[in-house]
């Protein structure tokens, strides 16, 4: 028997930053018995032009992302941002009575973060992976507040054995990342991002992990010019068994 | 209008706001409390969500009504022996709140909270017609005594540490013992308190906002934490109430859903510690109120949000819980958000009020992480009100040019798959020749994020690359 046809969105940072993540993403999908595919028109969701005030252009670019993605039964990405693009705005971007709008909210219903689709579409609970790490785990806004990503993470890092997971304070504010933010504010974002590695430090953990690449790079890149002792990788590394590679923003 | 927007430079008040060490201190401190007791709040109100919904409900359903509501509220004021005056403009609220005052000989004025006050400006406006206005609630006192606008639409002062209302009370009250204790904030309300009480029994008017005006009785509804406002509208011979006209509800068990929203929403508390109703002047037989009773009825623009993708934002209830949450409040305050409303709130008003050409980066001062959505107690989308602004923005040009420009840029390639992977193969090769032991320290044409940050550099070759290289 053979499992759904998945489609991976990798997301122009994981495509541009981090391809393990998107590897990841394949050996997570494959191990679960899903078909992968991985449509090479990919670009970007468009959030930035979403969240810009250009209209226009977001229209345009998710009209692109249905067209490549509509044949597939699952769309899935390493990202509640992108994610939440898909399934929450692409529908509100086009007028009631435009079929596009129709396409839209059904490629929405079919396109999961990875982790809330191997938990709550799969229903897998139990990775049988192993990892010794000290572990906490950022919550991405996006993700926990647009598609109620919270407990589904925590499930699947709750399954490795002898990965210790502690809380941070405030897991559930933001890192400051917030797009094009992060260079419009660059003093706030700042500010936001040095709380949110003063949290992560004080936990002890030796790995902050989270859902997002965008979020990833803000803390460790921070984390990193301020000399921080925590190392950073996105979730799926560390559930799909793959932390040979070194962490973000590290050589080796 | 009250303050000069300073919305236009919120980039620098938010510098000034970060470099501002006693700003820093009280921030820090304010941001626990709120957060901890409205949670708190919450957890014991299983319903809590459900009234929510039912808040929503009612203002949604006052603002497509809103024009028989109002009419209504007025006939019971006028039956109740009040007079409501029609301001469309804060201009002509000043005028007849000034007109009032001269009616009634005032040369003291006390003031209730009043956020609508505050967008008026009545305070300048009535000194330099030589009538003195006296704040009543303390932090509205201490910050009119340091000549400071409202920080916080609840917290008035909240940017003020207790040292700092030291010093403001040492100078402004010369009267008394220059050996006494302030340092606590109970010798602080404690003087305070014996301050105001003098200003109460000389003030010939008392001016209060309102929290709700309710339809099918008349009643104005404050609610407040000192009881300030009650001996501003009790004591005063003349009451005037300045409310804007979306403060309207229909009936008193409306009043009665949104008060067990509210104070929980504000302060975590179960209800404020006095919430009264008024309605009318003081009838033969009364104890004590006033002779005349005013309420004065502001548009200033709100009527123009009705039917736009704005409306929801008049279902506010002036809770406070989104500049609570909110992680830019948290770190720059509410003075530079440049006017009076500030936060995620005042994001999305201020620009509907004095125009998105001054307000336009307040929209923008968002990282959409969507906090202020998921703790509103009327669920207003404001996020997705902070994106519908910088809509308006981009499609009248007045978004920065580099950042349309950037965008531009960067949609042409997103919408042609071969051209951006080739761009995608480009700048990570440029961004991997400038890394030095997996980063970047110094972007070219990023310096905003390297200055207080790295970049982490790409791992290799792209994965679109790579999983081409696998596939074949």
Redesign the interface.
Known sequence: MSGPCVALF?T?L??????????ACVKLLRDAGCEVE?P?????C?Q????????K?AR??AQ?VIEIFEPYDYVVLPSGSCGATIARDYA?MFEDGDPWKERASALGARTHEITAFLVDVLKIDNLGRALSARVTYHDA??G???LGIKQQPRKLLASIAELELTEMADA???C??????????????????S?KTGSIAATGADLVVAGDLGCL??M???A??EGRAFRARHVVEVLAGMTA??P????? | MSQAPTSARF?EN??AA?DDASLQTALHSVRRGFIGKRAAARALLPEFDDLRDQARDIKDHTLAHLDLYLEAFEAQVIAAGGRVHWAETDADARAIVLDICRGAGAKTVTKGKSMISEECGINEFLETHGIRPVETDLGEYIIQLRGEPPSHIIAPAVHVTVPQVEATFREAHGDLDPDRDLRSPAALQREARRVLRRSYFEAEVGITGANMLVAETGHCVIVTNEGNGDLTQSLARVHVVMASIEKIVPTLEDAGTLLRVLARSATGQEMSVYTTFARGPKRSGDPDGPEEFHVVLLDNGRSRMLGTEFEEMLRCIRCGACLNHC??YQ??GGHAYGWVYSGPMGAVLTPSLIGVDEAGSLP????????C??VCPVRIPLP?MM?H???????AKL?PKA?RRG??F??W???R?RT?RRA?RL??WFLRRLAR???VVRLPF?G??T??????????????D???ALER
Do not use: H
């Open positions: 990798v122009c994981v495509d541009l930053f981090r391809p393990t993540v998107g590897f991985v090479e028109a990919q670009t970007c468009g930035p032009a979403w969240n810009g005030g250009d209209r252009n345009a670019i692109q509100e806004c996006s926990l507040r647009s559930e504010v933001c400051g990342f917030g797009g094009t933010f992060a260079v419009k504010y660059p003093e706030i974002s700042t500010a936001m991002v709380e790079l803000n460790a890149g921070r990193s010019r590679f070194p973000i923003g590290e050589s080796k | 980039r938010a510098r970060l992680p830019v770190t720059v923008n001062a968002s990282t959409f992480c969507g906090r959505e998921a997705k994106r602004w910088r809509e308006r923005e981009f499609e978004a950042m965008l531009g960067w949609a390639f997103a919408r798959p951006y995608a700048g990570g032991e997996g980063k990023g905003n994020w200055r207080d940050r790295d970049l982490p550099a790409p791992q290799g070759q792209t994965f679109m790579q999983w081409k």
